[in-house]
């Protein structure tokens, strides 16, 4: 059971809809608010800079990659906090992920405190 809020909307963004489903039903279970995108560009197309909100990001995403998408949002000036996904992972994409957003990456599968653990800390280093 989840028993903290975390206070911010919450964008998932990853090409698995299982992943999605099971993201969007654990963020509602904190009493998120929680939206949830298959690609990158489907998210820039509804991304609100003026609200707080948290990235959960998958690395490899058909089309745009998450670590592309996160690029483009620093140079449009938006330093969101972010939680990258991947089940792909390599020491070379930790230092990557570490150089831009302070290392914050979990390895699919994870599990549901995991995750939260995480949202609660990139939000707090923020």
């Excluded at 964008?11 to 509602?28: G, I, N, T």
């Excluded at 279970?29 to 489907?42: I, L, M, Q």
Aim: glycine share 4%.
């Amino acid at each position: 059971m989840i028993a903290k809020v975390i206070n911010r909307k919450i964008y998932v963004v990853d090409d698995d809809p299982s992943v999605r489903r099971a993201l969007k039903r654990l963020f509602k279970a904190a009493a998120t608010d929680v939206e949830t995108f298959a690609s990158a560009e489907e998210f820039l197309k509804s991304f609100d800079s003026n609200q707080p909100v948290c990235l959960v990001l998958d690395i490899y995403l058909s089309g745009m990659s998450g670590i592309e998408l996160y690029h483009q949002l620093l140079k449009s000036g938006q330093r969101l906090p972010v939680v990258f996904v991947t089940a792909q992972d390599t020491e070379a994409l930790r230092e990557e992920v570490k150089e831009l957003s302070g290392g914050n990456l979990l390895r699919k599968p994870f599990t549901q405190q995991s995750m939260i653990s995480a949202i609660e800390n990139v939000i707090a280093n923020q």
